[in-house]
């Protein structure tokens, strides 16, 4: 690929993009692989900022800012919760801000949340001097329309990607010129478990379906049980590893979507450098805002959406709680909402929450019949449609209450539906037959 020339000439030290920096700034940093760690190791560096704002969705790598010790230079507000930043939301550190993640482009377009400064990962410019955000385009992109700052760290390993992902050079305000590989994510293990489940979920899968995974061990069960469907599409708001041989093998065609078809379209990726490799410059993958990918008008155009995300727990009466564990927050909203509405409302479409039967190594029941105080409902119980755990998989759409406990008592697991019917029978007086 030519290159712009002599923009390497330009970058300065790290110490001296940060500089722009000032107290009180409103900062967006960019996230999941494409984290500007070089430039967040540099930030937290200087001694004389008090008060600058962040605001990201998933970080990865070792994030010093989070650090008790820094609580007076750097307030951190994630739009999603992950496990770097858990410890200092329960601390009252960090300040979590619910939002779906559609809404979350327009927080800065709109000056809701009036950024100062991006801060981002950028590939190098090409001839035309037009860099992009590699693995991440959710808000970043508009977060480098509507900063008055952008600070980059432009990376000879981030992958240049289509589609909605360009940031032209001469936008950028100062760089560092870097050369290190990006944070990955490996696949978890697929335990018994998330097998049980996968194979559920894939029995739904139709020829010509649209899917909606996510990262995970059921997620990652699902699709590796896809491999005898035909023309499967993508649209999703983010992809893995486990996703690639099935676009390699030709079972993911995106020959029957509406829209963006022939391509695979998505937000974000996270996953291993065989991933990054495997969308760099590649334009059967296209990357788009999550003001886009997630945008419930678009999704339904799409024919037989699979939209499959996760619970952490869920009542009786179909209530998922996904972002927290009670009072204590666990991740975000994030795309679920979405999703579910978006597949459900899709010509054939069905809407998925998946969820191991218990936690705490079979201790605690993930089926329950009242949320615990504080936990956050992500999906309603008028949105809810299928439900799956080890133990099978219901519909609940149409469902009255009572048949709504009989359903998902039905996949609970066997240690626990004698009590969970006691209780519902307690608290609603259904006698369940």
């Known amino acids: 690929m030519k290159r712009f020339p002599a923009w390497e000439q330009r970058a300065v030290s790290a110490q001296d993009v940060v500089a722009h920096l000032k107290s009180h700034h409103k900062v967006f940093v960019h996230g999941a692989a494409a984290t500007p760690t070089t430039l967040l190791d540099a930030m937290v560096g200087r001694s004389d900022l008090e008060g600058v704002q962040l605001f990201h969705l998933h970080l990865s790598g070792n994030l010093q800012f989070a650090q008790p010790r820094y609580r007076d230079a750097f307030v951190s507000n994630p739009l999603f919760t992950d496990h770097g930043m858990r ?139 896809l491999g005898d469907k035909n023309d499967l599409g993508v649209h999703t708001e983010m992809f893995s590893d486990l996703l690639v041989p099935l676009m390699k093998s030709g079972v993911v065609t995106n020959r029957c979507k509406n829209v963006h078809r022939g391509r695979t379209v998505t937000s974000f990726v996270s996953g291993t450098r065989e991933l990054f490799d495997f969308v760099d410059n590649n334009q059967l993958v296209e990357f788009h805002p999550c003001d886009r990918t997630n945008d419930t008008a678009l999704i339904r155009q799409n024919p037989r959406v699979v939209a499959v995300n996760a619970a952490l727990e869920i009542d009786l009466t179909g209530q998922v709680c996904a972002d927290s564990i009670g009072h204590r927050i666990y991740s975000g909203i994030g795309g679920q909402m979405d999703f579910i509405r ?92």
Not at 143 to 152: S, Y
Not at 183 to 198: F, Q, R, S
Not at 391 to 401: R, S
């Open 87 to 225: 410890g200092a939301v329960e601390d009252g550190r960090a300040f979590f801000v619910p939002v779906f993640l559609s809404d979350v482009p327009d927080l800065f377009a709109t000056r809701r949340i009036p950024l100062d400064v991006a801060m981002v990962s950028l590939s190098p410019p090409d001839e035309h001097g037009l860099c992009t955000l590699g693995t991440s385009i959710d808000a970043a992109k508009s977060a480098t329309e509507n900063a008055a700052i952008v600070l980059a760290e432009i990376n000879e390993q981030l992958p240049r990607t289509y589609g909605a992902t360009v940031v032209p050079f001469d936008r950028v305000t100062a760089f560092v010129h870097t050369d290190r590989p990006l944070h990955e994510a490996h696949t978890p293990p697929i335990g018994e478990v998330e097998h049980l489940i996968g194979e559920h979920i894939a029995g739904l899968v139709e020829d010509g379906a649209t899917l909606q995974m996510g990262i995970g061990a059921i997620p990652n069960a699902v699709l590796s049980r």
């Open 342 to 433: 978006g597949a459900a409302l899709s010509e054939g479409g069905k809407a998925i929450i998946a969820l191991p039967s218990t936690a705490r190594n079979g201790q605690l029941s993930r089926i329950v019949s009242t949320l615990k105080p504080g936990a956050g409902v992500v999906t309603t119980r008028g949105h809810v449609q299928y439900v799956a755990t080890e133990f099978g998989i219901v519909d609940l759409h149409g469902l009255n209450l009572k048949q709504r406990a009989q359903a998902l008592i039905s996949i609970a697991h066997p240690d626990f539906r004698a009590e969970l019917t006691r209780e519902v029978r307690e608290i609603r007086h259904f006698i369940l037959g």
